[in-house]
């Protein structure tokens, strides 16, 4: 119970640092204008319908009806993230408060599960709390928990999915210990219901239905499962446990894992299932085309035979009706597709950064600003010749992200080198949800994508902040040089929260007070 009290303050702490003042600024950041919209759509029509051009002016005055259009929208992400900020919507209305509360909640709980992961990883509530604060004090995750966009949801339901995985490789060996040695597989009995794992499914498939990213953890945590279930065989002395455990582990994963995440995100998309008839009368015909980069030069692409073939068909009854609409959701998901493949190609935006800088905090996002404040206005109290403004910057605590980065490293050497399990989870975690970016960077991305895999750097940092420690807890030198290093790590991770906080939280800075917070050129 001790643990769980400390994990729930944690998390409450988080909460209160993500609530103060989440109303502001009052408008629509970044791309708040399409999820936030998207969202309250859902919830009230089921399906995603168009706003009118003055939409977000009417929403912002208190106006909600008259806003949407009949007709509905070709939009690129799955429902599961908007359908979150909806349940905040619903329960505080149309505003910045009642839009962004989700997100402070799922960034909140993030504290908890990272809390109670990080204990079953190494058995230390110390380190477990450890790597809760870094989650918490680091600025890209505390943005992202008072926006309403989708990034904070997909982060959340990865890092419950590999908790659950985690829980499940614990379950499985406390029954495989009771295996009584008979037979030449190993342990069968007691371990095809699966609870853990089952929820990991869940999880996942609530990830995809927020972004299609977590699809490569999915297969990468899904072969390392299998790896984890062969190892315990092996050292059971099951013989080519790898090829058995294939057939009486790995087929039965892929069931709780795959299956289940797959019939998960297709009921995701319910709203659009039975709203199927709107799009395949508007949309059947208005795809996605886009460009493709051959050297230097763009060469576009298009479909001209991309019309869904459901749109002249004779509209089905029954469970006709329902495999029609499933095809017809095949041929959207075609569309967005192409979207993210082609359609941004060839364009550019002033905050797309090179994934192969996303460690080092190479190009921060702003959400907001609200420049030239003059002095005496608003509470400014800068030079008669200077002013004032409030940001709002997508970005990581420097300190916490370059010490992931070492951290990340060391994670490496010690999975390979030790082959030592807990490792392998923030490598793979980080891995699989980096690299992909890196291989497709032909389009604009943003360093925040990031912010998905930082969970797996806090993992990183806190089993090399439990290998500084080392496992004696009385006193000894090694002891006392570890508690030395990670207690100035995390002083400065502090230090370093507390200095930015202004440029996270739209806070008012003198011109000169917000130069001193822009480190690098690449941050302006």
């Known amino acids: 119970m001790a643990s769980w009290g400390a994990g729930i303050s944690l998390a409450l702490f988080a909460f209160f640092l993500r609530v103060w003042r989440l109303g502001e600024p009052r408008e629509f950041s970044f791309d708040e204008t399409y999820y936030a919209k998207d969202a309250w759509s859902l919830a009230h029509f089921g399906y995603v319908r168009k706003a009118t051009e003055d939409a977000n002016d009417q929403i912002l005055s ?19 993230g908007k359908w979150m900020i909806a349940a905040g919507e619903k329960l505080f209305g149309m505003d910045p408060f009642g839009w962004r509360i989700s997100a402070a909640v799922i960034g909140s709980l993030m504290v908890l599960v990272m809390f109670r992961l990080v204990l079953r990883l190494t058995g230390s509530m110390l380190l477990g709390a450890f790597a809760a604060l870094l989650l918490c004090f680091d600025g890209m995750h505390l943005v992202l928990s008072r926006l309403a966009l989708l990034d904070i949801f997909l982060s959340f339901w990865i890092l419950c999915a590999v908790a659950a995985l985690v829980a499940d490789r614990d379950w ?51 072969i390392l499962v299998w790896l984890w279930d062969a190892g315990a065989r092996r050292r059971l002395g099951v013989r080519m446990a790898v090829l ?15 299956v289940v995440a797959g019939l998960v995100y297709v009921a995701s998309w319910g709203g659009w299932l039975a709203n199927a008839h709107e ?5 059947s015909s208005t795809q996605y085309t886009g460009f493709v980069k051959e050297g230097p030069d763009c060469k576009h692409v298009s479909d001209d035979d991309a019309t ?37 190609n060839c364009s550019e935006h002033t905050y797309q950064s ?8 190479n190009r921060p996002v702003g959400v907001n600003v609200e420049n ?53 989870v923030a490598v793979v975690g980080t891995l699989t949800l980096w690299l992909p970016w890196e291989l497709n960077d032909e389009r604009p991305i943003f360093s925040f ?26 006193p000894s030198r090694r002891r006392t040089l570890g508690t030395i290093v990670v207690g100035s790590f995390f002083l400065l991770v502090l230090l370093n929260f507390a200095w930015f906080w202004p440029i996270w939280t739209n806070g008012l800075l003198t011109h000169s007070e917000w130069l001193d917070r822009m480190w690098f050129q690449r941050w302006i």
């Open 279 to 283: 799009y395949e009368e508007n949309l």
């Open 62 to 80: 208190g106006q909600t009806t008259g806003v949407w259009l009949d007709e509905p929208s070709l939009t690129v992400h799955p429902d599961v």
């Open 172 to 222: 499985t060996r406390a029954r495989m210990a009771r295996w009584d040695g008979t037979g030449d597989w190993g342990p069968l009995r007691g371990l095809w219901w699966r609870p853990w794992r089952l929820a990991a499914g869940i999880c996942f498939g609530l990830a995809i239905g927020v972004k299609w990213s977590a699809l490569y953890p999915l297969a990468a945590f899904g």
């Open 449 to 474: 994508y990031a912010s998905a895999f930082l969970p797996f750097l806090v993992i990183a940092l806190a089993l090399a902040a439990g290998h500084l420690l080392g496992p004696d807890r009385g």
């Open 372 to 424: 030239n404040i003059a002095p005496g206005t608003q509470g400014c109290d800068a030079a008669p010749d200077s002013h004032c403004l409030r940001q709002v910057l997508l970005i990581g605590t420097p300190v916490l992200w370059w010490g992931g980065a070492v951290a990340l490293i060391f994670a490496a050497v010690m999975w390979v080198g030790r082959r030592d399990w807990r490792y392998g």
């Open 244 to 258: 058995r455990s294939a057939l009486v582990d790995a087929v039965p994963a892929f069931g709780y894992l795959v």
């Open 354 to 361: 090179d994934p192969r800088g996303w460690l080092l905090v």
């Open 308 to 344: 869904w073939p459901t749109a002249t068909e004779p509209d089905a009854s029954g469970p006709a009706e329902l495999v029609q609409s499933l095809r017809s959701l095949y041929h959207y998901h075609r569309d967005l597709y192409t979207f993210h493949t082609h359609y941004l």
